[in-house]
């Protein structure tokens, strides 16, 4: 909810990601298609100089953080605020954004939707999990989620934090979001960011799917309330269909193509056409 502020945690991070990525692919670009890269660097004036600036700007950007706390700060003077929870507010008060003015929303803590956390899921393997703990532990109990994009987020981020409870609580805001007019708002459409989370929550929250050194990986845990759940995948023209149950996990190979993916820190190939069983040893 907060506009004009300095040193955005997460616009910083972005900021010096997209500096860094561009850098390696023009590296990448220059190895493969030199011709192609300078006539590219000439229509675009780019001089090699400017790579030089970039890395200095990577180098010299500032975070905000709070070493006491041992969080990132969401931007210069956030916690100079009143610090209050979204648990302390009256529900007759939610959603702010419908019943408060904009000049008391400014001037609160309280946050519409993942903004270190966000940064922290797209950038989750430069962090380690008691930081990732610290800043979820800070951050979600004043953020109010009156956004679509919001909830799935931090289910997906209570998953990995192995905290099924909230991870739970929160797939169940983002797959509900209109069906229960969370926000006052279903009246002016439905939220596809909202349906798409709900997909997010499921598949990189509770199976655990993510692509790690070119590879599928998956950290799975069935919720208490579900008997099983299943999805299909499509990774590296390869069809997988996936199903994950109390006793573990079962994958099918529905293409001819073989695969190697990774289930809680395991290595296991599926050969074209294959299913495969997985047993929990938990």
């Known amino acids: 909810y907060e506009n004009n502020v300095n040193n955005n945690w997460y616009t910083n991070i972005l900021a010096t990601w997209c500096l860094k990525y561009t850098a390696q692919v023009i590296e990448i670009v220059r190895s493969n298609e030199p011709k192609k890269l300078n006539l590219l660097l000439d229509k675009l004036n780019f001089k090699a100089h400017e790579l030089i600036d970039w890395a200095a700007i990577v180098d010299q950007m500032y975070y905000p953080t709070d070493e006491e706390k041992g969080i990132f700060l969401q931007q210069d003077g956030y916690l100079d605020k009143e610090q209050m929870l979204v648990k302390d507010l ?9 019943k408060w003015s904009w000049d008391r929303i400014l001037r609160s803590c309280f946050i519409k939707q993942a903004d270190v956390l966000q940064g922290l899921y797209f950038f989750e393997e430069d962090y380690d999990l008691a930081t990732l703990k610290r800043n979820f532990d800070f951050y979600e109990p004043r953020t109010v989620h009156e ?32 069906l229960d007019d969370y926000n ?13 989370g709900t997909w997010l929550a499921v598949i990189e929250g509770f199976a655990g799917m993510r692509v790690k050194n070119d590879k599928l990986e998956f950290n799975p845990f069935l919720p208490a309330k579900w008997k099983s759940f299943s999805f299909t995948i499509g990774f590296r023209d390869a069809v997988l269909k996936i199903k994950i149950t109390e006793a573990g996990m079962t994958i099918n190979n529905n293409t001819s193509i073989d695969l190697e993916i990774c289930v809680a820190n395991q290595n296991f190939k599926i050969t074209g056409n294959e299913e495969i069983e997985i047993k929990n040893t938990e």
């Open 184 to 196: 006052n708002d279903t009246e002016d459409g439905c939220h596809t960011t909202s349906m798409a």
């Open 90 to 98: 009256s529900p007759s008060e939610r959603p702010i954004n419908q």
């Open 147 to 178: 956004s679509s994009l919001s909830p799935c987020v931090h289910a997906i981020l209570a998953a990995k934090l192995g905290d099924e409870k909230r991870a739970y609580e929160f797939y169940l805001r983002t797959s509900r979001l209109d």
